[in-house]
């Protein structure tokens, strides 16, 4: 890369994270800002244009951008994101290519993320692993035989629409009973609510955590249903992909030993006996980096071995 | 590959099918046989190099073996066949090798049917799709970006232990609520009888589709049922894997287009909207030699491009 940088964003619903590095793994500076979607996506590309511009400076070769899916890879577009309206359709590649006047890649974000952690963080050493960002929504990557899996458009891994209930809880997706509908931040938040009462107002996922660890009997009987969905989900996905790992990031994650404990027990609890203990599920080693880092070995062209 | 013959098996609980060819799509001859996995598997391996040696004339440059999972494809071995009780931790592929002569791979018979499909059946110029074959169990293969997806321990696939029903009915893995304890062949028989009561003795698969396609129905009720089940399942499967193609296989895709009317506005009906129509659901071109094909491309090396 010589004197080189890449840039890495990672376009969140709620935060825009943007940093630079040498798609190595390294990270020589990162900013982050609120997303505030309802702006429209000019106001997204200006930002980033403005921190590519202040941390690169003059520098960048060329960026990689994680955006939640689904995407158009093909055309570099955006489809439908339920959590940033008014971007449907909007060509962010192109118009991203044309504002920072370097070659751009996009990428889902979890996907990206699976590549961060598979290439720089829990993952190295592995062949086979699959990714969970579980957040606002719960996203997913994959990696098998050493490789990214893209899927045919670009969008393998949405594991957040695995139905875990037929016909059950409404999810943001127009279906019914999806993962995300039980497991995300704001279906923990919502169940919560719901059981509750009115002694629940406003609460988040990150408030049934806290709870839950200092030990609230309603607190933990919503968090332990919330990780029983998400242990059923990880099961079947390692029933179909039969990776060595399960790399689990995102915000929710950030409960640690409150997740991953349960998550230990359930998914051994619900997988087949063949597959039982064949693979481990640990925390996202770049924590809220690795979408980011994965974003900025796409455009250094690590994507692949 | 020269004057020389490469051997595939398909090995399944009810037939075995032993065929030679050139590994590139092209099958010379075949013989099929009752498994009878009761006689154990030195007679199943006797079985094998008798029809071989009828087959390759001393011709035989490698052979491929698809066989039931999950194997321990490391060490060779069958882990544990519902299907066929006295092969847990048999060393098939050493066996095999060591009375053939010759070099043995072995692999999940899905898989081995995925990729058979994928080189020389329907799935011909896709780069990614699922394959599904739906007869006694239901198993499932996986290529993705043109290369055949084995997982970790080379068990990915597994389709049937997809957990469609939380706490559902009863499947032959020891869990519950398996897509398999819905869709494959004795789980349509057992749903038929339980349906139809006595009417319904000694009923198949075979036998409801039958009687479907004639109008009956209570069996069109059963039926509907398996294809609700297989279509959320597959829809499951497209948000994960974003195919260009389900392929699907087996015994139970006889019914032909039963199956494959339903199937098409049943998964479109269960797929998220960006995922809508992305993926045809079409029958297995090679029928009942996907497997037989497959394994012999591996015994070609013909498994990754």
Do not use: K
């Given at each position: ?9 990672d376009l969140g619903g709620t935060k825009l994270a ?14 982050t800002l609120p997303t505030r979607p309802e702006r429209?996506?000019?106001a997204i590309?200006?930002d ?20 939640p ?14 959590n940033l ?221």
């Open positions: 890369m010589g004197d080189g940088l890449v840039l890495g964003v943007v940093g630079v590095g040498d798609g190595a793994g390294g990270l020589r500076a990162r900013r429209g996506p000019e590309v200006a980033v244009v403005r921190l590519a511009r202040s941390l690169a400076r003059g520098r960048l070769l060329a960026a990689g951008v994680g955006c899916g689904p995407l158009d890879l093909e055309a570099g577009r955006v489809l439908a994101l339920p309206p008014g971007w449907e359709g909007f060509p962010l590649r192109d118009r991203l290519t044309e504002a920072l006047g370097v070659p751009v890649v996009l990428a889902n974000d979890a996907t990206a993320g699976a590549l961060g952690e598979y290439r720089f963080g829990a993952g190295r050493g592995c062949t086979d692993l699959i990714y969970l960002a579980v957040g606002t929504g719960i996203g997913g990557g994959i990696v098998a035989g050493g490789r990214l899996v893209s899927g045919g458009r670009g969008n393998a891994g949405e594991f957040g629409h695995l139905t875990l209930v037929p016909d059950g809880r409404p999810c943001a997706c127009g279906r019914a009973g999806c993962l995300e509908a039980y497991a995300s931040g704001p279906a923990i938040a919502r169940l919560a609510r719901e059981r509750l009462g009115r002694r629940a107002r406003g609460v988040t996922a990150a408030w049934v955590a806290r709870r839950a660890a200092g030990g609230d009997p309603d607190a933990l009987a919503v968090w332990g249903e919330a990780m029983d969905a998400l242990a059923r989900g990880i099961a079947s996905l390692i029933h179909c992909l039969d990776p060595q790992l399960v790399v689990v990031g995102g915000g929710v994650a950030a409960a640690g030993p409150l997740m991953f404990d349960r998550l230990a027990s359930l998914v051994s609890r619900y997988t087949m006996a063949t597959f039982r203990d064949t693979a481990e599920v640990v925390p996202a080693a770049l924590g809220a980096e690795s979408a980011l880092l994965g974003a900025m070995a796409l455009a250094a062209g690590r994507g692949h071995p």
